[in-house]
Structure formats: C-alpha cells, structure tokens
C-alpha cells in the first residue's frame, strides 16, 4: 500500500478526551475515529488489525471444532423474557421499539438466540456437544464509555456456546476453550492471566475471565506468589486471627450521636476506631430484605452478596426500605432487634468484641453490642472487597491488587437457560432432559486495544508481527531524488512479491515528519532508503521493537528481512 493512496490521518495531538495510551495512539496513529460517545469509526489501518486479530480467533475456534455463524443482532424481547433477563440486564441492554410497537432488543451477547436455534434444531444427544461461535458488533449501553474501544458502547466481540448432554462434557469442551483463548492471547503478543471471575449477570459458577496486565485496566486482580489468582470481585482473602480473646463483654449501652452517619464520624465521636464498627447495609433480594454485616473498615462486595444469598437482582435499600425494615433511618441501622430479617455477616466480625453499631433510631448507636449475645447471625461468609496485603485464602500469605484488560471471559453455564427456555434433547436413555451450556466471549477490538496498551513507547505503537496492519514500512526519505525513488519502488514491490504486507511512504515530506509518522504507527520492521547509506548502495533496516538498526545492500536487505522474521528476530 502506497501512503498518498491509504487513508492514514495521523495527528500530532493526543485527543482531549483519550485517558489512556492505546486510546490517545488508536486516534493519533489513524486507527479510529469517534462518532458518538463509546462508538467508533475503524479506519483502514485500524480495520486491518482487527481482521489480523479475528484471523488468529477464527483459526483458534475453527481448530476445537467450533462451527461459525452468524446470529442475528436485532432480538424480539420474547426471548430475554423467557429467560428472565428482560428484566435483569438492566439500562445495558438497548431496546429499540419497531414499528408495530414491539420491543426488541440489540444484542449484547446471544445466549437467548443460539439457545433458541438449538431447541428447535438440535434433537438428540447424538447431535452433542456442538459449539457455535460468530465475530460480529455487540451493543452496550454503558453507564460510562471510555477509554476508547477498550469500553464502547457498539464493539466488535467474538462469542461462542457449547450444548452438552452432560456436565463431563461440558467440562471437556470449557478445558479446550481455555486452552484456544490461551493460544489466541499468546499469538497476539499479550501478557495476560487467566483469573477466577464473577458470573455477573450471565450466570454460572465456574468461569475464568483472561486479564491483560495493564496499569490503566478497569478491572483489579487479586493475586498471590502461591498461584491463587482472582478478579476483585470473586477474589476471597481470609480473616485475620482473631484478637479480640480475652476482652471483657461490656454491657449494651445505646448513646446519643446527634446527627452522625458515617462510619468516620461516629468513631471520632465515640474516640474509637472505624473497625471497631459494624456497618449494617440492607439489601433488597429478589423481594426479600437482607442485612450485610461487615466491619467499618471495609466494603462490601456486592457481587460476593448475591452469589451468597444466590440472587440476580439485588439492590441497595433506599432511605424509606430502610425506614419500613427496621424503624430507624438511613444511616442508623444495627442488628440489635433485627431478628425477624435474614442477617448475613462477613467473619472477620467474629474478631472483634463490644463493636458500635446503629440502633435503628434516629440520633442513636450502641456501643458494646456483641455477637451471639445481642444478636444472632443467619450466616457467615467472606463479604468484603479485598484489600492489598489480607491473607491469602490458599497459603495465608498477604496478596497484591493489580490492574487488568479483561479480554475474554468463558462461563460454564450448566443448565440455567435451557430450564428457562425450554431447551430439551433425547438422552442415550430416551429421556427428555435441557441441554448443559458453556460460553465463551473474546472483545475483538478491545483486544486491538489491549495489545497497544501494552506495547508502545512515548513516540507511538510498537506493533507485534501477529496484529500489526502491515508488517513493515519502506520510508524513503527523499521522493524527488530518482535513487532513493526507484530504490524503494523497487524494495516495495519485491517485499510485496515475497507475500510481506508492505507500506511505501511516497509522501513528498521532510524525513522528520516521516520518521515521526512511521514511529507513531508502528510497525514492526522500517526499511529507511536515505542518502548516507544509499552512497555504499544500502539501506537501512530497523527493528521498531528493540531499536535495532542494520545496514544491507539493497539487494541482500528482502532475503535479510525474511530471516529476520523467519528466526523470530521480530515479534
Ligand atoms: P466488563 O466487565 O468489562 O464490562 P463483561 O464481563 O461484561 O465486560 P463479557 O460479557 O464477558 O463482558 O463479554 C466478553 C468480552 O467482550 C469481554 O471479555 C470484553 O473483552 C468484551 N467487552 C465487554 N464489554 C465491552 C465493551 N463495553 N466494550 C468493548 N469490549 C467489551
Ligand atoms: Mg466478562
């Protein structure tokens, strides 16, 4: 490709609202353009790494046997009904409404329609397993686009659905995927992590999400030096040893706290320590009030509550639930005289002893409120967000907190939507029973992003062979002189012929302004062809990656930038 004939509109400043590399150098370097917020134009330059990255996918899926289609994007709301997440998905899931008045659905992810497919077409268990997978533009509505493609509101994602007539099998096909995803991150050149993940509102319980390691990722990781690994919202640590043994139990006294409704206040009044309350947060769960229980010091995690009191829907109680559950307002609530409501704690409020807590009346605490004898807890469990250096739930060492791209995530869902839409097949023994699931999600332009994230430098991408929209660069540097002129028009089409994916920068421009660009966009391999070495009859070859710089002549140069690539010289 001839720069005067691509369309590469390279900018010299960072967008003003780009937070992060890949998003400030996938503007800059001509990759995307913004429409809309979270919803971006692909550029040529763009485009073909995309398709680099879908090959690679494609390659990975077709190789376990997966089959390709292509689902429709455009859902009637009768599906989402069926399996109960019309309601669940939330202000995420864009429902235009069609002519007839009819609600649909964009879709986010296609669990609904392949599920659909299947139990029309798929009878018997000697049909099974069968995995179907597409590339193809998912729609969020998300609360809060950013970071370019890396959270947008229309992306491109490749998703796959594995039908199985058993758990065992299920199994298999998840072990498979999980090796696929590994082959497709390591071909595109990432360094990333499989963690234990969240189900959130697709359902499951076993599920990894593939995190790339990145300083500006959205998502935390909890990990320690023993291989234990998670993201933060499933990753457990354990209490510490209990220290409050021995302490004497003071009687329960109720005290006046004017006005005070933090966590923070109240200690300072009371001349104690955060930790030494217990914050009580009522929840509504799919119609039923609950009480978390945890330390003043901490969070709660909330994903941690739902999987404890298995729910999908569950919200925060607004000051007049609060109000109707428990007599007092927001901000007071305590367990003491909570009995007839479900109480939940996280353990580590076994470690403490005459705790604060809100006395369910307004302008008023206890203090020296203790467990078993002033309340009664319905169960315990780990209900807090980790926190750097906690112990480890596997070894009891302190754990790190570090940031990730989440790329991929694959769910093993049991049986959660054939029971809900009626999803059946023939068993080997003539039994009707609805098909076990599995699925697996990879952001395909996130993944664009995600590679840039992690290789670039100040002066722009530095792409990986595997991804990059060419794979190297023919940078005369003068255009009007006939030497270096026909010597690269001659480098381009010999690389070419060799079947390399070639950029000729024919641009009548200052070398400075070349280089700048071919630095900014970042491929692999330039082939400079400049005066100094054009005098000895060569060229220059230049590894973007490491900087390194050779000399050949332009004869030998196609044949050395052919090892080069052939010995894994570049990657
Ligand atoms: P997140 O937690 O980041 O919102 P998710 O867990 O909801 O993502 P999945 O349902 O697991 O996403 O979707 C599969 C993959 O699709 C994700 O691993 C991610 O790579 C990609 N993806 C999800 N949401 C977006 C988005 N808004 N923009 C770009 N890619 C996305
Ligand atoms: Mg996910």
Redesign the pocket.
């Given at each position: 490709m001839r720069w005067t004939q691509a369309f590469i509109p390279t900018l010299k400043e960072d967008p003003a609202d780009a937070e992060i590399s890949s998003h400030k150098l996938m503007v800059r370097a001509g990759l995307v353009r913004k429409l809309t917020s979270g919803v971006y134009t692909h550029l040529p330059l763009g485009l073909r790494a995309i398709q680099k990255v879908e090959r690679i996918v494609r390659e990975e899926m077709d190789r376990t046997g997966a089959l390709e289609t292509l689902l429709p994007i455009l859902h009637p709301c009768e599906l989402w009904k069926e399996s109960g997440r019309w309601d669940v998905y939330g202000k995420e899931l864009m429902r235009p409404v069609d002519r007839h008045g009819r609600e649909c659905a964009l879709g986010p992810?296609h669990e609904e329609v392949i599920t659909d497919l299947v139990r029309r077409e798929v009878r018997s268990y000697r049909e099974l397993p069968v995995t179907f997978y597409q590339i193809q533009t998912?729609f969020?509505d998300?609360v809060r686009?950013r970071f370019g493609?890396?959270?947008?509101?229309e992306?491109i994602?490749k998703?796959a659905y594995s039908f199985h007539e058993d758990e065992k099998s299920l199994r298999e096909t998840y072990k498979v995927m999980h090796g696929a995803y590994t082959r497709i991150f390591e071909r595109c050149g990432l360094k990333f992590a499989p963690v234990h993940a969240d189900s959130?509102a697709?359902g499951g319980d076993v599920t990894h999400?593939?995190m790339v390691l990145a300083g500006a990722g959205?998502?935390e990781v909890v990990s320690c030096g023993c291989g234990y690994s998670a993201t933060l919202e499933r990753g457990e640590t354990a209490p510490e040893k209990p220290s409050g043994k021995g302490v004497e139990l003071k009687p329960l006294e109720k005290v006046h706290t004017p006005g005070l409704k933090t966590v923070e206040e109240v200690a300072k009044f009371l001349k104690t320590e955060p930790s030494s309350l217990i914050k009580t947060l009522l929840y509504e769960a799919e119609g039923e009030t609950v009480a978390a229980l945890i330390p003043g010091d901490r969070e709660l995690n909330e994903a941690k509550l739902r999987r404890v009191l298995k729910v999908d829907l569950m919200t925060m109680c607004e000051a007049e639930a609060i109000e109707k559950a428990t007599g007092g307002p927001l901000g007071f609530s305590g367990p003491v005289g909570l009995e007839k409501m479900r109480l939940v704690a996280d353990p580590r409020i076994k470690n403490v002893k005459n705790f604060v807590v809100g006395a369910n009346e307004a302008d008023y605490h206890h203090v020296n409120a203790n467990l078993e004898r002033d309340f009664k807890v319905n169960q315990f469990a780990d209900l807090v967000v980790a926190e750097e250096r906690d112990p480890c739930v596997k070894c009891g060492k302190p754990v790190s907190i570090s940031r990730g791209i989440?790329?991929?995530?694959i769910f093993e869902l049991g049986s959660k939507y054939s029971e809900k839409m009626g999803a059946m097949f023939l068993g080997q023994d003539g039994k009707e029973r609805p098909f076990v699931m599995g699925c697996y999600?990879?952001?395909i332009?996130?993944?664009v992003a995600a590679v840039i994230e992690q290789n670039h430098d100040s002066n722009g991408i530095i792409w990986p062979l595997s991804v990059a929209p060419y794979q190297m660069e023919v940078l005369p540097v003068n255009v009007n002189d006939e030497t270096i002129r026909t010597t690269a028009e001659r480098l381009y089409e010999e690389l070419t012929g060799m079947g390399f994916e070639v950029l000729l920068d024919d641009r009548d421009q200052r070398p400075g302004f070349k280089f700048k660009d071919a630095d900014l966009v970042g491929l692999p391999l330039r082939v400079v062809v400049g005066e100094k070495a054009m005098a000895e009859g060569k060229v220059e070859i230049h590894v973007r990656r490491t900087g390194e710089t050779m000399r050949a002549s332009t004869d030998e140069a196609p044949g050395r930038i052919k090892t080069l690539i052939e010995e894994g010289k570049v990657s």
């Open positions: 992810t998912k969020r998300e686009p493609v890396v959270r947008s509101r992306f994602m998703d959130g697709i999400e593939f959205e998502s989440e790329v991929g995530q999600g990879i952001g332009t996130r993944t």
